[in-house]
Structure formats: C-alpha cells, structure tokens
C-alpha cells in the first residue's frame, strides 16, 4: 500500500511538470509567433519605409525600443556603414541581440532605456507581447511581470560618447514618449536631424500634453508628418525630417 503512495505522488509530480511544460511552451510558441509578426511589420510590410532613405544615407542611428532587435538589422540590410546604437533594457532580449550583432563593431549595445534622468525604474513586462510592456501600467499590458530595468537620460549618453549629431532617431517607449519629449532642451533637439517617434493618447492627460509637444515638433523640423496606424487611432507615429538647426 505505501508503494501505490508513492506511485501516486511520482504520478501527480510528473503531471504537474507536464503542465509547466506545456504552459512554457504555448508561451515560447506564443513569443516566436509574435516575433514572427514584427518581423513582417518591419521587413515586409515596412512599417519605418517613409524613412528608408534618411536611414540609407545615415552615419548615426538610434534605434530605442521596442521591435526587439528588427529594427536595427533592417537598417543595416541597406545601410553598412552606419553606427547604430541599440537600446534594450531588458537582459534576456539583450543577450539575443548580443549574440545577434557579435560580429558587428559599428552595433553599440545598450542594455538601457532612454529617459528623463540616470535612474533604475520597474518595468512592467509583457512575456507574450513584448512591445507591449512599459513603465506604466494600461489596457494594452494587462498581464504584467515585474523587471528592474536601468534608464539614462539622452542628454549623458550623447555626452558620454561624444555624439554631435544623430542622423535618424527611432523611438517607441511605450507611453514614456511625454516626459522625455518635454524634458529636452535646445541641446538634445539640436542633436537630432530625423526622428520617428511612436505617440499613445491612452486618456486626455496624455492627449494634452501632446498638444504643446507637437507644437514643439513643428518648430523644430521642416516637415512633420502624422503616419496613422491601422489598428488604433490612438496610436500613431510622428515622423520629423530636417531639423531646421542643421
């Protein structure tokens, strides 16, 4: 009888580690599977394609956040030369991206975020839907795993690597977009020549900043477009050609 005890519990052990594997893999499978849907919004669809020729001509990219790494390596499958600087917070996409781009010296690594000071902040992170993890809590991350990430602020990284000017800016930081847009001076706007920028209104505070940053923005840039999403009005990208400084 202690036998079949034993049995049962050897029995129950190996169900339960049946259902950890199971639920690793659908959210492995789910991952590939969303991975696999950026990299069609990227190379195929090309999403960025309005600015492929800024980007083909560029000498300094920074690609901040969030189509993993696919944003980086469709810049460098038209443009070579260019020094991108690749900014990814979180350790585990890090690490892919580093082993990614181990043979490429003009790809700086950045295991940061870009932000309103030198801080570390909790992330809030999405494991099936990665672009969907943020600073903030919203309806699009409504699952959420907490990682303590590390941010710097634009204007020390410039600094620290002694950039005078970036040639094509990319940044989606998922609803972070107000405080770091209204935190630049004159000495990081000038920095800039092109920048796209992913915006979310998610609720009317947000829809009232971004009326005095745009106005920033047009100031600032010869040509300012409004590139529409298909699956969200609330979520657009802002595209900036030309900083009239330069």
Known sequence: MHNYKYIFKIIEILCDNCII???DNKVNNQKLKYEKALGYEI?????????????RTAECIFDVWWHIWLFSQWCRSFNSKAKIHYFEPVKQFYDVAE?????DENIILNNFWVGVEYSQWIMLINEKMIMQSSKYPSFLNP???ECAVKFISLKEYLKSRNI???DVLKMDIEW??????????DYEWQKIDNMVVEIHLLNEKMKSEWNQIFLNIKSRFRSVKIITSWYRDEIFLIWAEDNLYW
Not at 43 to 55: H, M, P, T
Not at 176 to 185: A, Y
Request: with cysteine; net charge negative; hydrophobic share 40%.
């Open 21 to 23: 594997i199971t639920m």
């Open 43 to 55: 190379f195929e669809k090309e999403e960025y394609g309005f600015a492929k020729e800024k980007i």
């Open 99 to 103: 082993d990614k781009f181990c043979d």
């Open 143 to 145: 699952k959420w795993k």
């Open 164 to 166: 005078g000017k970036i």
């Open 176 to 185: 972070m977009e107000f405080e770091v847009l209204s935190s630049w001076t």
